[in-house]
């Protein structure tokens, strides 16, 4: 699978929105990506995942840019509650023996101030 | 809601001593893994099934570790004998078959 790379430590104030970049210049056409979080404490939580076009969900939207190198990861409106380490992943599309396997990196540690 | 279930939460244990980490998965999932997380490594994959069947376990030190899915409901995660270096956050994780993983709230490991 391709490897992300990803600031590790960012702050962002509460009400405002948290732009997380990660870099995946070496992905293949057939990976997705994936953003998961972790709290202190909890186990790692999804967030959402995307191909090549932009994604959102209740909780956050994923840019991926058009050759896919790079993509970020947005809270529209950060809470005290999004402190957490966020992970960029990319994984493996289609049944192969690493369909579904996720490996993690080191991810940033956002931390949103009041 | 559903969610993935693992028991014991916290596990103090003696160097050498058998320990057993208990999984159940969330219901109609057909993958499980199996990770281990420490302040220097970060979370590693250890373990992974499809359908009951292991796919990979290369990220699980092979003399000691062992995992296993006695039935759909259970995934367990032996480690005989325990070393100090086993002391970490062992998470379960299930999903559909997709990217998408729920994960439990971890078995916190402390071997002395």
């Known amino acids: 699978d391709a490897k992300t790379t990803q600031p590790p430590s960012m702050d962002c104030a509460e009400g405002r929105a948290a732009n997380l970049p990660c870099n995946h210049s070496?992905?293949?056409?057939?990976?997705?990506v994936y953003w998961y979080r972790q709290i202190h404490s909890q186990g790692p939580q999804y967030i959402i995942h995307g191909l090549k076009n932009n994604e959102t969900n209740e909780m956050a939207s994923l840019i991926i840019t058009e050759d896919r190198k790079s993509s970020t990861l947005i809270l529209p409106h950060a809470t005290l509650r999004d402190t957490a380490v966020y992970y960029c992943i990319v994984r493996v599309a289609g049944k192969t023996d690493s369909w579904g396997k996720l490996q993690f990196g080191a991810g940033t540690q956002v931390v949103v101030t009041p | 809601d559903a969610r993935v279930t693992q028991t014991p939460r916290h596990k103090v244990t003696e160097m050498g001593q058998e320990v057993t980490m208990r999984c159940q998965p969330i219901?109609?999932?057909?993958?499980v893994f199996w990770y281990r997380q420490t302040m220097m490594q970060g979370l590693e994959l250890l373990a992974y099934?499809?359908?009951?069947?292991?796919?990979?376990d290369s990220g699980m030190p092979k003399d000691r570790f062992s995992a296993e899915m006695p039935d759909a409901t259970l995934a367990t995660l032996k480690i005989q004998p325990s070393e100090p270096r086993d002391s970490a956050v062992y998470f379960c994780?299930?999903?559909?078959?997709?990217?998408?993983?729920?994960f439990g709230e971890g078995s916190r490991l402390t071997v002395l």
């Open positions: 099934f499809r359908n009951r069947a292991p796919l990979d």
């Open positions: 070496t992905i293949s056409g057939n990976e997705y």
């Open positions: 994780a299930s999903g559909p078959g997709s990217g998408e993983l729920f």
């Open positions: 219901l109609g999932h057909n993958t």
